[in-house]
């Protein structure tokens, strides 16, 4: 008996999609019986239906040596139905791809090789502005035949748009809008502008998104307890949060610390390309070296970032894409005693000045400040030297064409 499947190809599907690279394959190997497994393990990885993965084209690649197939696809989210469900976006499938791809292996006895070279990794976008590489439709390329399977591909084209993203605007997107001016936090909460949004920080007995729950006279809400943790009303007014057991933080079950040991990592969504942003965090640690924060491409290639303890000093290696520059603050009995210390990254493009005095764009200049713990960064920077080695903070600046 013979069953024909028909999938409709539409604009979404190949905006929000992918392509795959995969190591001594052929397109009829594959067909037969590589792609049912190959739809259950990206189903595994991205915790969705095995139906809601839609692989619309394989194709040799015809620019490497070896036998490497091209697979393109995409997939609905959790609970979502064909013609009715939201797509996974491009880049969290990429990055959910990647960061699973060893039970994507063991599912489907396939290898996934890095991600290649896309059109957006050239940064072919100005300034602030966003790269979005989208496909479209091409034609439709002859029958693909295996033992079992007769397959139709479509063979896309790639392509690109450029946009500011969400919270920026002007010329270069070099503005950001706070989004902070309407006073949005309710019971004197202090609202926090960032990228896109704002998050407002809560007086104590208030939570929720604008701090408009009261804990001491409010009632339960859906949502206010984290983590799975159960509210409960109390008899004389207000509530709490019964969490479950674990380190979760009273009074709402969140959960904002994170222990691991050696050889094991937490990821997170990869930063933007941005004139300037500020990272924060703490940590407390007793390895005199380790690595606390990286971000750059997945192939190891072009600009990145990497905050390091180096022999108990924290110290940040950052590139443009062109060279690499060092930054090194130092504090005495360094950062590794198991205390916890806070660390603060700023970087900025400098402006072009044009000749009547007003910046238009990036200029070529980046600037990396980096701070430890509680320290002024503008009296370490200027006059560190002359007050007595005061060197909390220190600043290096790179040069390069790339933004």
């Not at 139905?81 to 396939?110: C, D, H, M, V, W």
């Not at 139709?152 to 919270?167: A, E, Q």
């Not at 094991?264 to 940590?283: A, D, E, K, N, W």
């Not at 390091?308 to 090194?328: A, H, M, N, P, W």
Request: proline share 5%; aromatic share 10%; with cysteine.
């Amino acid at each position: 008996m013979c069953t024909l499947r028909v999938t409709i190809i539409t604009d979404d599907m190949l905006t929000n999609s992918i392509t795959v690279r995969l190591e001594n394959m052929s397109q009829e190997r594959f067909l037969s019986p590589l792609l049912s497994l190959f739809l259950e393990g990206v189903a595994a990885v991205l915790s969705t239906k095995r139906e809601a993965v839609f692989v619309f084209n394989i194709q040799n690649d015809t620019d490497v040596q070896g036998s490497i197939l091209n697979v393109t696809f995409s997939a609905l989210q959790p609970g979502g139905a064909p013609g009715k469900g939201t797509f996974f976006p491009s880049e969290e499938l990429q990055e959910q791809i990647y960061l699973n791809r060893t039970l994507l292996r063991l599912i489907s006895s396939q290898e996934v090789l890095p991600f290649d070279d896309n059109i957006c990794l050239r940064e072919p976008c100005e300034n602030y502005m966003k790269c979005v590489s989208v496909l479209k439709f091409d034609s439709s390329p002859p029958f693909i035949a295996s033992d079992t399977v007769l397959f139709r591909p479509i063979h896309p084209i790639n392509g690109l748009r450029c946009r500011c993203p969400v919270g920026f605007t002007g010329d270069y997107c070099e503005t950001e809008i706070d989004l902070c001016y309407s006073g949005p936090c309710k019971n004197n909460g202090r609202c926090r502008s960032r990228e896109g949004g704002y998050t407002c920080e809560c007086l104590e007995d208030f939570t929720g998104e604008h701090c408009e729950v009261n804990a001491s006279s409010g009632r339960c809400v859906p949502g206010v307890c984290k983590n799975g943790g159960k509210c409960v009303n109390r008899l004389a007014g207000g509530f709490m949060c019964e969490c479950p057991p674990g380190e979760f933080e009273k009074p709402y079950c969140e959960m904002t610390t994170r222990n691991f040991p050696g050889h094991s990592f937490v990821t997170f969504r990869g930063l933007r390309q941005r004139f300037h942003f500020t990272i924060s965090f703490m940590f407390a640690t007793r390895e005199r070296n380790a690595l606390l924060l990286y971000n750059g491409r997945f192939n190891e290639k072009h600009d990145f970032i990497a905050l390091e303890i180096i022999d108990d000093q924290i110290q940040l290696t950052f590139s443009g894409g062109e060279t690499k520059t060092t930054v090194s603050p130092y504090i005495p009995g360094g950062v590794s005693d198991g205390q916890w210390h806070s660390v603060q990254l700023h970087y900025y493009n400098k402006p072009n000045i044009g000749r009547l005095g007003i910046p238009h764009g990036p200029s070529a200049e980046k600037v990396a400040v980096v701070a430890v713990d509680d320290c002024d960064i503008s009296l370490a920077i200027r006059f560190g030297k002359e007050i007595g080695n005061y060197s909390c903070a220190a600043q290096g600046t790179q040069t390069g064409q790339k933004k």
